[in-house]
């Protein structure tokens, strides 16, 4: 899958255009602060995807992608299956292959996995969404169908390692 065809993928999952820092697995921008766990730096890279707070592509244009976002602001207080389905607009053909709930940070999470296709492009999706502190936070995992399990255990240990932080 071309670097293209991934941001085509991921631009209805990625919403709200963020200025921040990241150092350390610690993102901060002006109304949130939050930790993930560390992604392994010889298989992914961050890159700059437009309307995120963080993405990351796997080296060696596998067509993996592993991106998160937070809203501390205009989200109302929507469930947490209703922030799911803003993360699936634009996808055709979904097929909910189960969700989960879990506790994360002290909170509850919703885990989702689908696949669905993008302009005709079938790619498995993996999708974590958390509220906690008045924001609304999510993980989304994209690979191509098939290829997911590869680096799940990467896509872990990034949600795993979620903090948020209260700014004062």
């Not at 993360?87 to 292959?97: A, K, V, Y």
């Not at 506790?103 to 919703?110: H, K, Q, S, V």
Request: with cysteine; aromatic share 8%; charged share 25%.
């Amino acid at each position: 899958m071309s670097r293209m065809l991934l941001t085509l993928v991921l631009s209805p999952l990625l919403a709200g255009c963020h200025r921040a820092t990241f150092e350390d697995s610690v993102l901060q921008k002006s109304d949130v602060k939050y930790r993930v766990g560390p992604l392994p730096t010889d298989v992914w890279q961050r890159t700059g995807f437009e309307d995120n707070d963080l993405a990351f592509v796997e080296r060696g244009d596998t067509g993996r992608v592993i991106a998160t976002n937070s809203t501390c602001k205009d989200h109302d207080d929507p469930s947490l299956p209703v922030l799911t389905k803003h993360l699936l607009m634009g996808f055709t053909e979904r097929q909910d292959l189960g969700q989960r709930t879990f506790t994360l940070d002290g909170r509850e999470a919703l885990r989702s996995r689908y696949v669905a296709k993008l302009d005709g492009v079938p790619v498995s999706l993996e999708l974590v969404v958390v509220k906690k502190d008045n924001c609304v936070f999510d993980f989304s995992y994209v690979s191509p169908v098939g290829a997911a399990e590869a680096r799940m255990a990467d896509f872990e240990s990034l949600v795993s390692g979620f903090h948020a932080e209260r700014l004062q």
